[in-house]
């Protein structure tokens, strides 16, 4: 069963598994340690937005330091006009020049800190939409595979094929860059399957007794068999090693095998 991050409703929880779904913002999220959520992105997004305004009025309040020199340096001109009055032109300009050029300095240190910061909140932001997108296309891939790859190949199918995904619009497709052309996930996994049924291909439990698993000896399938499949005859002595022993010795390898003997060997 593949449980969806996010649930509308607390009523949609499957039945047991209550503990692991806690509210958040009027949504029922599952609980995984590390996950990023699309709720948890958004929330970034918003951090993001709020650090764009600080450093645009950080960049206004560094304008702002400019026109005070130009202001000082006019009322230096005006006050130095005073000579008579015993004023010190160029002490006066330089304290001027000291303090609104402090000022600036002051202003353009806190405009570049805000930037690495707006900088790195993006870049996070980025990192949990990539991760939240990665998600969401491998639960796509899960969905469209239940019924059309076998059970010990889905997992093999999935990281063979997961990259060849993108997000459109919200909505999961095949990259077209990368497979050649964009198509629904369900269009995909039932062309890929297509390609290479002896692997992928849900195998018929009929056939009597020795149905299920050992019809996958007996129908073709066997991945030790032939030229043999490495990636599916490990992925079969992970996922079942009595269906792999029984597959090994159907095709007559033994642990000596040039090309199998590893796994075989493994499967005790």
Same mark, same amino acid.
Do not use: W
């Given at each position: 069963?593949?449980?969806k991050m /996010?649930?509308?409703n607390?009523?949609? @929880?499957?039945?047991g598994?209550e503990?692991e779904?806690?509210e958040?913002?009027g949504k029922w999220e599952?609980?995984?340690?590390? *996950?990023?959520?699309? &709720?948890? &992105?958004d929330?970034?997004?918003?951090a993001?937005?709020a650090?764009? &305004?600080i450093t ?5 309040d560094?304008?702002k330091?400019a026109e005070?020199? &130009?202001e000082l340096?006019?009322k230096?001109s005006i006050? =130095?006009t ?6 010190d032109e160029?002490?006066l +300009?330089?304290?001027?020049d000291?303090?609104?050029a402090?000022?600036i300095? @002051?202003a353009?240190m806190?405009?570049?800190? =805000? ?10 932001l980025?990192?949990? #939409?990539?991760? *939240?997108n =990665?998600g969401k /296309?491998r639960d796509? @891939? ?5 019924t059309d ?5 889905q997992?093999?199918f ?11 619009d919200?909505?999961v497709l095949?990259n077209?860059?990368?497979y050649?052309s964009?198509?629904?996930? *369900?269009e995909f996994?039932?062309?890929?399957v297509?390609?290479d049924?002896? +692997?992928?291909k849900?195998i018929s ?5 020795g149905?299920g698993?050992?019809?996958?000896? #007996?129908?073709?399938d066997n991945p030790f068999k032939?030229?043999? +499949?490495?990636?599916i005859?490990?992925?079969l002595a992970?996922?079942d ?5 029984a ?7 033994n642990a ?6 590893? @796994?075989?060997?493994?499967l005790?």
């Open positions: 069963m593949t449980l /996010i649930l509308d607390e009523t949609d @929880i499957p039945t598994l503990a779904y806690a958040r913002d599952l609980q995984v340690d590390g *996950a990023k959520s699309q &709720v948890d &992105v929330k970034l997004k918003k993001l937005d650090e764009r &305004v645009s009025q950080l960049r206004k560094g304008g330091a005070l020199q &130009v340096d006019n230096n006050i =130095a005073f000579k008579d009055g015993g004023f160029d002490k +300009n330089q304290m001027a000291e303090r609104a402090g000022k300095q @002051i353009q806190e405009k570049e800190h =805000a930037e690495k910061a707006q900088s790195d909140t993006a870049a996070r980025e990192a949990m #939409q990539q991760e *939240a =990665a /296309i796509a @891939i899960r969905e469209a595979m239940k790859v076998r059970d010990t190949a997992s093999i999935l990281q063979l094929n997961e990259r060849k995904c993108t997000i459109v919200g909505i095949t077209a860059e990368v050649g964009t198509i629904s996930v *369900a996994v039932k062309s890929e297509a390609k049924p002896d +692997n992928f849900p439990s009929g056939g009597g007794a149905g698993k050992k019809g996958t000896v #007996q129908s073709g032939g030229k043999g +499949n490495l990636t005859a490990a992925a992970k996922s090693p009595e269906a792999a022993k597959a090994a010795k159907a095709a007559g390898l000596y095998d040039p090309r199998f003997g590893a @796994i075989i060997k493994s005790g």
